[in-house]
């Protein structure tokens, strides 16, 4: 029993692709995106045009279906960094667009560094 609960959980902590459709209107054009992430990455949320479509996946693909034609705005978040673009979205084929992330370890020690540094000028000012 303890052999299959380890299995689960370590098959749940695997990176797995994310489908997720945008809420476009019927009668609009629409295309695909697909966002190929440079590593697996922690906390991925990303919006289209302002519209939350994915939030706290652990993922290295991400597939939007029905985004709108044309250009996009599209923010993106992973490992606590984030990304600001806009990118134009065919509807004949789908935008796929590569992504570099950062290391979610190195992020945590950069946050922890600059805390320290900002712990320590605070204090030699007061």
């Given at each position: ?10 098959i749940a902590g695997c990176a797995h692709d994310v489908h997720v459709t945008y809420p476009a209107a019927p009668d609009e054009p629409t295309g695909s995106i ?93």
């Open positions: 029993m303890r052999i299959v609960f380890v299995v689960l959980l370590a697909v966002l190929l992430l440079s590593q697996p990455a922690d906390d991925v949320n990303v919006a289209v045009n302002g519209v939350l479509v994915v939030e706290d996946a652990h993922t290295g693909r991400i597939v939007i279906d029905r985004a709108p034609g044309g250009n996009v705005d599209l923010v993106m978040t992973a490992n606590g960094a984030d990304k600001a673009m806009r990118v134009y979205v065919g509807t004949d084929r789908a935008t796929t667009i590569p992504l570099g992330v950062p290391d979610g370890s190195t992020g945590f020690i950069k946050s922890l560094f600059g805390t320290l540094i900002t712990i320590v000028a605070y204090s030699l000012l007061h």
